[in-house]
């Protein structure tokens, strides 16, 4: 079992889309937890390429094709990480924000949000202010939940919030901010609600945030 998590993991770290499509599928069969899979394999891989490439071992080629395996895995993984059938607790508008193309974590996020019973409105990557605005207002959601990848776009989580308050949003809607480079004191420097560090304790942050 600890050998098949390492294949795994390894299969992502080279980004074999078919060997990280069956090393899943047999890891689930055999039993092993889905948290398991998520964190000791297909996690632990991504950042082993994170890793790499910021040693200059990898380059973007590589980073792709191992985020392919990842989510070719995610995808098989997703029903056990997601409850269906329950009635929606409220709405969240998640999206990752503009100038970043990064969305492993972002669906990882909505995934585990479905799972505590949110309904998500995913508007994907480069996510303008404007648009998360709108979508706020559209769907009436309760919460609104940003991602953030790189440094650079991670200053941009502070617009969409000012975004709001111009729309005078803010205080209808909780933001909850997430995302590598982003840490609980950035997210209590430009005024978010919640912070987490990862998908499942933002959606009990998520569930929090409601009362
Ligand atoms: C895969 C990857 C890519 C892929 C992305 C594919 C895709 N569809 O997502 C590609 C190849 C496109 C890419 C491109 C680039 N990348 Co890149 N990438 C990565 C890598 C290796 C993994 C990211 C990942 O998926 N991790 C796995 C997921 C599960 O983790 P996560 O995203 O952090 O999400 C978790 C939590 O953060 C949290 N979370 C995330 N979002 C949210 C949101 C909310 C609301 C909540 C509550 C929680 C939450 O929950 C998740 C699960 O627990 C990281 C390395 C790393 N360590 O992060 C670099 C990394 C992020 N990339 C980096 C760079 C530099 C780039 C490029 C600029 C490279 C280039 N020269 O072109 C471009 C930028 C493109 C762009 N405009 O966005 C740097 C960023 C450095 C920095 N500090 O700014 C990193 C850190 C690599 C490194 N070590 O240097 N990249």
Request: glycine content about 10%; hydrophobic content about 50%; overall charge negative.
């Amino acid at each position: 079992m600890g050998s098949d998590l390492q294949d795994l993991k390894a299969a992502i770290i080279d980004g074999d889309n078919k060997a990280a499509i069956a090393l899943t599928g047999q890891l689930i069969e055999t039993g092993a937890s889905p948290q398991s899979i998520l964190n000791d394999g297909l996690i632990a891989g991504m950042s082993e390429v994170g890793e790499l490439f910021k040693c200059g071992e990898y380059f973007v080629p590589e980073m792709l094709v191992a985020a392919r395996a990842m989510k070719s895995a995610l995808e098989i993984l997703r029903p056990r990480l997601v409850d269906t059938g329950v009635q929606p607790i409220g709405t969240i508008v998640l999206g990752t924000v503009r100038g970043d193309l990064h969305d492993i974590g972002k669906n990882l996020t909505a995934m585990f949000l479905e799972g505590a019973g949110f309904r998500v409105v995913d508007l994907g990557v480069d996510v303008s202010a404007d648009k998360f605005v709108a979508a706020v207002k559209e769907h009436n959601a309760e919460l609104l939940g940003m991602s953030a990848l790189l440094t650079t776009t991670m200053t941009y989580t502070a617009e969409v919030i000012r975004a709001l308050q111009a729309a005078n949003l803010r205080d209808q809607v909780k933001v909850i901010v997430g995302g590598a480079p982003v840490t609980a004191d950035w997210a209590r420097q430009i005024g978010a609600d919640a912070f987490a560090v990862d998908a499942a304790s933002g959606a009990e942050r998520c569930k929090e945030l409601l009362h």
